[in-house]
């Protein structure tokens, strides 16, 4: 849920620590290590630019006991989003563990200035991703969204998905986390007539601000996914959560795959699951607005 390329001031603990690691990835993988910054990595990970014999790498590390399993999540959700031809995304050329500390080793994107046209290609280009289908909602294994995980077992329709998959697992832990949501049986039954009937569509599944860059050629290029097939509004929600996204951005999107009805009253029902997923990674402060759009849909 955060961004991988930003600079900041490298950690002389940190480094010590992880050098000797990363050292050990480059011999692993066939490369000499000519030295390294630090990349903002969020919460979860170390993230570190890397100068190496070959040309330049990105390397993320985290706890392979605290989150099994997620850089291969990841390496997945970046496969499969490069296999759908629609963005530029970093090729992975690497992953495994070493001593209970798990890595991903990612090409490294050099970023530019947006081209004038920026947002109308981020919108045709996010239609076409969408237009990527599947036969059911879901995705072949559950992955991550943060540091906590999602779920994603097969379903027939989007309603069932969204209930099944996305809210009743924050539902439950929010209320191990001591948050009573009360009884959602109204809620759930309304939003099942709420949300439209549409195909499965291939979605970035976290797709915040901080979750793009603009590569060398002045274009968008997707990092961190929490890959699904979903419903498309999910993609569009999430975008509008917590701002940075212009209008034509979804104007263009229309033009490309014109949305159903309502879409735009339906942005804070999507948006629930992330508010749920906040709540249940960062605590109480998000509580007001996971209950207001329940009563708003109940």
Request: hydrophobic content about 35%.
């Amino acid at each position: 849920m955060s961004g991988t390329n930003t600079l900041s001031p490298i950690s002389p603990t940190n480094v010590r620590n992880d050098r000797d690691l990363i050292e050990e990835v480059a011999r692993k993988h066939g490369f000499v290590l000519n030295g390294l910054n630090s990349l903002a990595g969020g919460s979860i990970n170390e993230v570190y630019l890397l100068n190496t014999s070959e040309a330049k790498k990105v390397i993320k590390i985290n706890s392979a006991e605290d989150f099994p399993g997620m850089f291969a999540a990841e390496k997945q959700g970046l496969e499969t989003l490069l296999q759908a031809r629609a963005f530029d995304v970093p090729e992975v050329f690497g992953l495994g563990e070493i001593e209970n500390t798990a890595y991903l080793l990612l090409e490294y994107k050099k970023e530019g200035s947006q081209k004038g046209h920026f947002w109308k290609v981020f919108g045709e280009q996010l239609s076409k991703l969408h237009k990527t289908s599947a036969k059911k909602f879901g995705f072949s294994d559950s992955n991550y969204i943060g540091s906590l995980r999602q779920y994603n077992s097969p379903e027939t329709e989007a309603a069932e998905f969204y209930i099944n998959q996305r809210l009743e697992p924050q539902v439950r832990m929010a209320s191990e986390n001591g948050f009573s949501l009360g009884d959602l049986s109204g809620f759930y039954r309304n939003i099942s007539e709420e949300i439209p009937q549409e195909p499965p569509a291939l979605l970035h599944g976290d797709l915040w601000s901080g979750n793009y860059l603009v590569n060398a050629e002045g274009l968008p290029c997707l990092i961190d996914p929490a890959v699904c097939y979903g419903p498309r509004e999910m993609d569009l929600a999430m975008m509008q959560l917590f701002g940075g996204y212009p209008a034509e951005v979804f104007e263009t999107y229309n033009e490309h795959f014109q949305l159903q009805p309502g879409w735009e009253q339906r942005i804070p029902l999507w948006q629930l699951y992330y508010l749920l997923v906040h709540l249940n990674i960062f605590g109480r402060s998000y509580l007001p607005q996971v209950k207001e759009i329940i009563q708003r849909f109940s």
